[in-house]
């Protein structure tokens, strides 16, 4: 049946123009972070609800990541968290990496989990945490030359909870004071990945709230610095993929956190509330690829994509294993769409073809065409029932409950 | 300068048309009740700050409320949370609470930090965990018995995540079902307030999501059953001063759980975001007790206005102040309004006059109708100024950080 | 290629489980009210523009249903708004209807362009007006014994936009007296649909807000009462399934005005913003149908759908038909779901099991079925397509500019 | 009692720290532009209701502002909008303007009503269409400068319905490029005010939809442009006093346009839906004023005090009085906040008594020192009461229904 579907599948593509030689390349270099933090216990703030088999450490968090890799060939590196990840020797972390066929990706400094955070990090109004934090920051520039890892992947938990409680300019000017300090200790070849959030865990003001705010840091920082779009951290009703075409023609969209969100950051596995919201954002990347220019073009090649995620209520891995499916889907449509005929509908102001143009290759069962791309890379056909069938899972439930958690 | 202030206002309120001795004696009644975990450490998902001088169990969380009591007048009944307060013997509880001169409020169940409650509590597909939720509930009332307490107010974290996880209309039988069962458990006297909130902590869909399911579900039971609004627990924009007109004209408004919110379910300190909202419920809640008929008026006196935040970045002692005083300070305001006026206007279609004569209301400055009370009544005029002049906040700090938390 | 492409199809639903003969006569049951409104030119606050082609009355209107009805099959009543549909005779409308295959749908009031009710129809403060409005609604009652249509549709524009301009809970009076009165002129057989929505025109409070309140108002009216549900009349992040699921189960969900928005009340094309989501009120209903009992079962088959959209910038006639189409699209991927599947998932707890479940269900393509229906049917396999290669379109450009518009 | 209240008010203000003298001059120097069109007719999409007495033309709305000012003192200025304020002769309309007190403030052209513009305007797939765009542009710069006003204030109502109907990299070029044209027609004294809006009457993207890229677009145009915030503009949840004190921080605010909304944009009266939020914008520029630098203070000092409201259902001239008086007394009391207090308190992280510091400002009742204010001036105390007590408003009734609107 399989061979018989993308048989068809071919013929109804090439039918609507599409090369279908091009699609499996860009399908086969896809390639989607993982982070260490997904495979552990996460909760909401009524709980945390601890599951069995859940990795003790940063070299198990590893081997799980390493099974997802193996079923779907999509996730090859992993990010990791400081000092949730923290270990003695990271060049022996790197090597337990190499050694299970993956990298270390972005490192992920954290500035809100000791005490002296509570009222911010960089901006906070007291100096002598305002440098505990510059020095966290510069130590995890440093892990990260360890690790040979080329991204800096920095979340700011800063803001307030009342108007007066901060002063807001200030702020601004000591969150940027900071920044340029931690750009100059980077590699030439790394980058520093700006994250905005419109709230959570402050619930008056954001530090840097929004992608014109992480934007404009980054361009006041040099070219290393560059936007990180989390799906969940707009507010209600935002136009993300146009903050991506946007970010993408000024080259300053450094990479996503994908998530799915219907209310606040909900952190739910991607692509579960809206797909079609997954799949215009792809659209916008795939449409700058196209007719960007050359620089533009380039600057796509290097979007990070990666997950970030709370498995509140899920297995791990399965969640995990969806996370990234999910994402190829979406993808898989989106190089589907026959861009020309988008492009060529809305030169002559045809609404409704320019519409049809996208929508239908949503509408596309991708199916066939995954299975085909898998069985050239030899992939099973159904990394989820492969896992499922599969011991791993049972082989870790002797770690029994209790491992890393946030 | 506060007589010549209060003199003053007298004369600037009566030729408005106000009766300040009503005004005042409406003053006098107001009763705010405290919640026994705003004492305790709080936080996000991603942190708990830990406070030195937290209470270590229910008994010093009733000391702190007492001192709240004690200077503000306003606060004389404290909710408790069971298992949070649970205690060995709650007529020791009891005998504690009224020997500080206050009482025990509204008995709240927790069914949302047992492993078993992950995928719901009493709308879980497991019937044996619906079954340990239904008798859990039934221990609080129970429990209500014992403490004297005229209420059970009943949050529900149940909900889902993605679409197809639950049955939704299954788990709207097994909800009804179990609050049937509680529902005959209680005395002739007391109360089953049903809340309602839209997301958080389950991220696709609530089974109790807005007023409409909370208040249906209180008609299915009884008159004993009534709805209990907070305030942070709506979907941007929605109205819920109408929401709280509507349940008073159906007398099945039972409570408030105060709080203010920007974004989602903030749980910042009662009228800091949008004092005006606040105002305008209690102008609602005026207005019935006016003209909504003898049942509605009496309806309005058995509404429990009580205090549900998270002070995860305050002081845990001075925030509850500063809240019971918002509440106190927009309950004058809306206090002031002349209501016979405003529905002239409206019944005139007077658009700008009706307005104005709300608004005018909130812009008078209470400062002096409050100390006059506050004199009166033989409180401190300032009581926040006095607690901070006081001793009590250094003395609880020999209990050390640590105390109390969810 | 479509016969292969359906044998294909046939032999994996086949193996999914599902029973494609059932599939097939459902979606050849599936009945898409439009209504006579969308074919007429429309637009935001800031402009009408006026289309060339447009109808000038509503015959003309009913000429252009007629088309979309013959390209699909799926469209053979048409709801008429009064007085913007307002004839001499409406025997003789109902005989120009049915000459072209079609029926009369709902009756639609229309109490919001009459100065009068600049500040409410049937909740003003003046009674004359309020009269007016309730009389208005007793001649609608009558048009729709004269047009034999089953139901009048009710919304209101009435609302407030400042605090205290009305008097909420005697409009929330005014409002239950207006429809008792209009409920007792119906004819046993007819409904009253009562529509909800958050805001617009009103912009402070609108006198039926929520779905909550049209239920309880529905609840006192009568069985004849039952909700509208108008996907774009809800506050950012609303669960409409799950408002549909409850709506079911209480056996009061009347129908649907169906239309795409992300902001506001957008008015675009039918799952044209968000699929998943039309999706998932169909698998609402699908589920209430197939487990809700006979008594649901039965209120399914009555559950009226509705387009209700404002095609501002598109050509009308292919806008509607758009809509038509994305909505029998959607319906026949959620006719794909195993609901046993999902059930037995949510059953067992298996949260990613019951969420892919319904996904998967999506993520087919249902071209070869919705082909292979309208072979079936005698219908062209593309409607749109055919009416574009067709003559109708040019046909109506003689009507020339400045045809019927509200 | 008001020399009473007056002298009460300043002891209590010089007892917190307040430089009456200071504020008094700050209230004097206060200046709020109404808008022309303000003045006329305007409505929902639903129904533009028509008003008696509403001006026929420019020079009838110019004599109801000059009511506005002669009332208030605050209203010197009127902005125009081309082509509704369309006339023959400037020069006539300008001495017209100041032989009532008055000059002409910023012109805003109108690219939103005419037919070509239905899918774009300076964002057109149709280059003439974006060529008509500039011209009109070009036209009001000429015209702004015979009117000698220094802002020409741009709001685009440029957008897309549809995924894909639009290609936003190309249409956020063309914008760009357009604007570049018309920024090299400007005077040097003059300003480029850019607005921005999320949605409405786009409804699926807006090529200006936040702070951010209307703020990017300044830079690149050069330091006469800058950005101009509506308060009615942002998406649920927006910050907006936040991203005032951002864009002061890099001197690029150029204006308000005041206005109230509680869901999209209501354009309802500045001050009635939530007073805070238009106090603390106040806070913000104040604080900037007083510590931003002498650049920023300069900056503070040319900012544009717009009205932009749709008075849909209120007598105009009232609405008017209202929306000034309600920005005038925000003003007034976040004059009152002591900002070395706060400042202070912030520097300490002392949460509770910075926020203290800033809402006890809010509580305060103004009247007395606007009443003050006002006497110095010479100007009636109560503004609305000297208006409804006048013959103004009967006078106008002669110019009939019927007037301009849009």
Redesign the interface.
Known sequence: ?ND??YA?FE??QT?RGINLVEVKASLKALRIETPSWGYGD??????V??KAGVPRNPFEKFQDAAEVHRLTGLAPSVAIHIPWDKTEDYGKLRSHAESLGLSIGAVNPNL??E?EY??GSVT???ASIRRMAINHLLECVDIAKETRSRDLSLWF?DGT?????????NR??WMQEALEEVYKALNADMRLLIEYK????A???TDL?????A??LAQKLGPQAEVLVDTGH??????I??IV??L???RRLGGFHFNS????D????AG??????LF?IF??IL??RQD?GAEVAESVEHIAYMIDQ?H????KI??ML?SVLNVQ?QYAKALLIHLDE??A?????D??G??????SA??????PLLHAVREEQGLPLDP?KSYLAGSYGDSILARGKGGAS?
């Not at 709230?209 to 705010?213: K, S, V």
């Not at 909900?266 to 596995?269: A, R, V």
């Open positions: 049946m018989r579907a068809l013929e109804q039918a996460s909760g909401t703030r009524f709980k609800f601890q809100f989990q005490d509570m009222l906070n109004a007291d938990a909870n009342y108007p007066g409680q901060g002063h807001i300019r601004k000017r419109c709230f959570e865990p619930f008056y003001h709230a929004d992608w014109g705010m934007y404009n707009h507010l209600p009703g935002a136009n993929e146009h075409a946007y993408l023609d000024e969100r219907k209310y606040a909900d952190d739910l596995i579960s509330i809206n797909p079609y919201e215009l659209y916008q449409s700058a960007g709370s509140n209520i899920e297995q399965p969640a969806r889907t988008v492009n509908a809305a030169a002559r102001n609404v409704l320019a519409e049809h143009a996208v929508r949503f509408e596309c069962d991708v199916t989820m946030w």
